[in-house]
């Protein structure tokens, strides 16, 4: 594992008497390319200006590199930020834009001519030195404001959903850029964004939070393939939420079946969620299965038809496979048991957060 | 169809010599030579010229001119503080203190200027100081209400921007926040060298005795009996205010995003 650089140690804050972070801890590794997933007032913007020195913490600390930075201003720490909205500086040119910290750091003519034009060429924009920044598309101001970042070589590139603006294919085509230029440039990028897909595609670690808490750490796999609690579950991907009541080891009660399953370590008869992804959902034509259902209804998405599945154990199933089943078919309901993920029941705070995910309103935090 | 557009072009044309007419008799009358107001007895400057030669007369435009930049860049500097403070404040402080900042511009002048006299002749000789003062707080919310709305729209990002990469606040400040509203900054200042330079009422109440600004001298001239010298010294204020005017209304936005020499500028180093 690589070298602890960055450590968040009990991090609270509040804004007008609203608790944004709740005691938050994170380690972040050098080299590492983490995401703090999660949607609009979640705490994961707020997580992003407080390592880059723009809020304060009301409690806890910030480390980087073994010394507390929490008290440091902006201009002194040794990272850069790629804003949401790219902030490039509009009475300057391109070169200007870039030269700007640079020139703070006093650097020679020369010096600064070459690195412009690196970084230039780094983003692919060879060339565009004399533009201003309103000539410019949004995802060329994006690439800038990227080239203003990584000119100054800061050991962490901290971005603030720096794709959040542009429209989807630009998006995805940055994503494999982000990737590459991350691999070329070495460094460690804490990257914050409410698209799970973004989240997904490039870290190497995903922070998923929710309401000031981090709801779990882990791979991207990880994340996807064993949520650890209903919030993550329904945030990452579509999945079947179901309540279950878990027998012993091995063993769920969803709907009053029984189903076997590879999870251990939940105790006896405890209540528990029960997540399937829909497409771990089987359905089979000649009505075999444990469970009995019948289409309601299917759309068709490209790579696979999703349909809902109304169940004789009363639970209406989400699933996505690349059969067609018309609507009012009969069928059977397979799940393989290393498909069905059991979670804790969440803690109170856990629940209420989770009731509130679809009423949140108004602006990230 | 037709007749209308005519009835319409004849309406404008009506407005515009009711509201330009005035200004153009008062003109020409400055460049008759006849001392009579029906007469036209030949172009002449001689009116300008004893303008020139009138000690009193340039001792006045000397007073407004001087009048007129220091109290615009006293309340400019005053204004901008102002403003910055007025920005950062809560929703409800900020609305309190923009209603408070419109009440001197909607007051009467006749009252302003009633009001600063009391409140001078308590502490101070009437004179020039009493008059800057005067100036300087009438020009006030008008700078606050031109500054007011760049902040409002401008980019504070781009602030933490300069931050994040290196740059001190007061170098930020500088160097990112302060180009970004100059173009309120600069029709501030020139909306207070008008106003300053237009202002009859409050300048009278609060000038005291021994000095006159143009306003206030052709004011004192006109009750003696009207001599065409004044005809030339009005249409030199006229003009004057004209110019300001017009530099106040240049879309100093599109100036601004568009200037720059594109090449990499010296920059002294933030410690």
């Not at chain 1, 030269?99 to 003519?109: E, N, R, S, T």
């Not at chain 1, 101001?141 to 971005?159: G, K, T």
């Not at chain 1, 290393?338 to 108004?362: C, R």
Request: hydrophobic share 45%; charged share 20%; glycine share 8%.
């Amino acid at each position: 594992m690589a070298k602890e650089l960055i450590r968040f140690e009990n991090i609270s804050k509040s804004f007008d008497g609203t608790e944004v972070l709740k005691d938050l801890t994170l380690s972040i590794h050098e080299n590492e390319f983490v995401t703090l997933l999660g949607p609009s007032g979640c705490g994961k913007t707020t997580t992003l200006r407080i390592l880059g020195g723009f809020e304060t913490p009301d409690k806890g600390r910030v480390m980087f590199d073994g010394g507390d930075i929490t008290n440091i201003p902006p201009n002194k720490r040794p990272l850069n930020t790629v804003f949401q909205k790219y902030a490039l500086f509009t009475h300057m040119n391109v070169a200007d834009n870039i030269a700007f910290g640079l020139k703070i750091k006093g650097k020679d003519k020369d010096h600064i001519r070459e690195k412009i034009a690196y970084s230039l060429k780094l983003v692919g924009l060879e060339g565009f030195e004399n533009r201003y920044p309103s000539s410019l598309s949004g995802g060329q101001q994006q690439r800038i404001a990227i080239a203003r970042a990584i000119v100054n070589e800061p050991q962490v590139l901290l971005l603030d959903e720096p794709l959040g603006a542009l429209d989807l294919k630009l998006r995805q085509g940055m994503q494999y850029e982000l990737i590459r230029l991350k691999e070329e440039l070495g460094i460690t990028f804490v990257y914050v964004t409410h698209d799970q897909e973004e989240a997904l595609t490039m870290s190497d670690t995903v922070v998923v939070m929710n309401q000031g808490l981090i709801q779990q750490i882990g791979t991207p796999e990880d994340i996807y393939n064993e949520p650890q609690n209903a919030f993550v579950a329904d945030f990452i991907g579509e999945s079947n939420l179901i309540d279950g009541i878990m027998i012993h080891d091995c063993l769920v009660n969803i709907g009053g079946l029984d189903l076997p399953c590879v999870d251990t370590g939940f105790g006896n008869n405890n209540p528990v969620d029960v997540v399937i992804r829909p497409e771990d959902v089987e359905l089979d034509a000649d009505g075999n299965g444990p469970i009995k259902g019948t289409v309601i209804s299917i759309v068709f998405k490209g790579v696979h038809w999703e349909m809902h599945v109304e169940s004789s154990i009363g639970i209406t199933f989400l699933v996505q496979t690349t059969e067609h089943f018309p609507v009012g078919s009969v069928v059977g309901i397979n799940v393989d048991p290393y498909n069905i993920q059991i979670m804790h029941k969440p803690s109170s705070e856990d629940a209420q957060v989770f009731d509130q995910l679809e009423t949140i309103p108004g602006e990230d935090l | 169809m037709k007749m209308s557009r005519i009835l319409g072009k004849i309406y404008v044309g009506l407005i515009l010599i009711f509201l330009y007419a005035p200004i153009l008799v008062l003109i020409v009358l400055s460049f008759n030579s006849s001392r009579s107001r029906v007469v036209w007895g030949g172009f002449t400057l001689k009116w300008y010229g004893s303008l020139l030669k009138s000690t009193t007369i340039m001792n006045a435009l000397w007073t407004t001119f001087l009048l007129a930049v220091l109290s615009a860049l006293i309340s400019t500097v005053l204004g901008l503080f102002g403003a910055l403070g007025i920005y950062s404040m809560k929703k409800r402080s900020y609305r309190i203190m923009l209603f408070g900042t419109k009440i001197p511009m909607l007051n009467a002048d006749i009252v302003t200027g009633i009001a600063l006299m009391l409140w001078f002749v308590r502490f101070l000789p009437l004179g020039f100081g009493s008059i800057l003062l005067a100036h300087v707080t009438f020009n006030i919310p008008y700078v606050i209400l031109c500054i007011l709305p760049k902040l409002r729209t401008m980019d504070i990002y781009q602030y933490e921007a300069a931050l994040d990469l290196g740059a001190g606040s007061p170098y930020a400040f500088f160097h990112i926040l302060i180009p970004q509203i100059l173009p309120g900054i600069l029709s501030g200042f020139l909306m207070a060298v008008t106003l300053s330079m237009d202002d009859f009422v409050i300048t009278y109440f609060t000038k005291g005795a021994g000095i006159n600004t143009l306003s206030t001298l052709i004011y004192g001239e006109i009750r003696k009996g009207i001599k065409p010298e004044m005809y030339a010294l009005s249409t030199v204020l006229f003009f004057i205010v004209l110019v300001l005017l017009i530099l106040v209304n240049l879309p100093y936005d599109r100036f601004f995003m568009t200037a720059g020499t594109g090449s990499v500028r010296e920059v002294e180093h933030e410690k």
